[in-house]
């Protein structure tokens, strides 16, 4: 029998389940993921700060494969042969495929001394939510540093400033990055209202840093400089998973699976990949989760035809996309191309989506 294996249980291979449990695949399907389930990228940082329970921002994997009826197998992918067609997992075993697709996400650039010693990577997310349980509960982190100052990193910034002073401590949060201005893929009015915003909260914003070195309780800087921490959390910008480079599949510039408009390697096309595992030839757009919910649909739609061998449909990213970022306070801001907002209804308007999303995988 055909087998088609789901590598990664991302925000696209969640909706591929979602809608296969209401059709039937004409094939043994394989989904392989490390955790059982699956926290929702957009809930994190309103976990962080104290806004949501652990289970209210997590998605069950194991539960979506049951009702899909695909095989949940834990583990995660550390080599790719694509002539052979398996996939070697992390306990040695291979896993042979027909047909594969690749939803893994981004990594992260560890190679900073000390980093993988001492620092919190914010990927996986899964081991970053219960990490830093951890942390909450042992270390009561008071001097915070947030090393990678784009999307992610301001909205981690004021999350873990707004967790700590709701703990009844003050908190010292310092968010430092290699670019000029922090979050430079925003326009300048979206920028300057995140940095007055984080100025207003006591958050240093230290912008054009090289991080040398971290260690126990520091994070070390260019020219001998030394920043005292409790906790480094690391959240610089995404890299490729290491293992594609062996893979024979062809890469983008920056080391990710190359598509096509079918969401379909350009070299392999017994594969196919989405998310931030994926760059789309002649359609290049930011590592986003708005991406990655967008190509659900068209990929388990070219699944399902590719295993029929029927005719395939395009898909073609959206050129804008809004970013939804929380300020930890039940407030958040808006930005939609040149335009920004912010307020408590933002958050509210976030709240409702982010909800609604989780809820939509969790129905039976």
């Given amino acids: 029998m055909t087998r088609l294996v789901l590598l990664g249980g991302g925000h696209s291979h969640i909706e591929v389940l979602r809608r ?34 652990e289970d209210d921002i997590h998605i069950d994997l194991a539960s979506l494969c049951e009702r899909a009826q695909v095989t949940f197998a834990r583990g995660s992918a550390v080599a790719l042969d694509c002539e052979a067609r398996s996939v070697r997992c992390s306990d040695g075993t291979k896993l042979r495929y027909d047909l594969l697709s ?36 042992a270390q009561r982190p008071q001097r915070v540093a947030v090393i990678g100052a784009g999307a992610a990193g301001v909205e981690l910034a004021l999350a873990l400033h707004a967790a700590i002073a709701r703990a009844g401590r003050t908190p010292t949060v310092t968010l430092l990055g290699d670019a000029p201005f922090p979050v430079p893929s925003f326009p300048q009015p979206a920028r300057q209202r995140l940095e007055r915003i984080c100025s207003t909260r006591g958050i240093t914003i230290r912008s054009s840093v090289h991080v040398t070195a971290l260690s126990a309780d520091a994070v070390h800087l260019a020219a001998g ?24 599949l062809a890469t983008d510039a920056r080391g990710f699976i190359a598509v096509d408009r079918h969401l379909r390697s350009i070299s392999h096309p017994d594969v196919y990949a989405a998310g931030d595992v994926a760059g789309m030839t002649g ?14 649909p068209h990929l388990a739609e070219n ?62």
């Fill in 20 to 53: 296969w449990a209401r059709v039937s695949a004409p094939a043994e399907v394989v989904l392989v993921n490390p955790f059982k389930s699956l926290p929702y990228t957009g809930m994190v940082p309103g976990f962080v700060a104290g806004l949501y329970g």
């Fill in 102 to 137: 690749i939803d893994v996400g981004s990594a992260l650039d560890t190679s900073t001394p000390g980093v993988s010693e001492h620092a919190l990577p914010v990927r996986p997310l899964y081991t970053f939510v219960s990490s830093l349980q951890r942390y909450r509960t």
């Fill in 225 to 248: 400089e030394r920043l005292a921490v409790d906790l480094s959390v690391w959240a610089t910008g995404p890299v490729a998973p290491a293992w594609l480079a062996d893979s024979g």
């Fill in 283 to 296: 359609h290049e757009r930011p590592k986003s989760g708005v991406y990655a919910v967008r190509q659900g």
């Fill in 303 to 364: 699944l399902l035809r590719s295993l029929r061998g029927e005719p395939l449909v395009s898909y073609i990213p959206q050129r804008r996309a809004l970013a939804l970022i929380g300020t930890g306070d039940r407030r958040a801001v808006a930005v939609y191309d040149d335009y920004s907002w912010e307020g408590a209804w933002v958050w509210r308007w976030k709240d409702i989506i982010d909800r609604r999303f989780v809820a939509r995988y969790r129905a039976g």
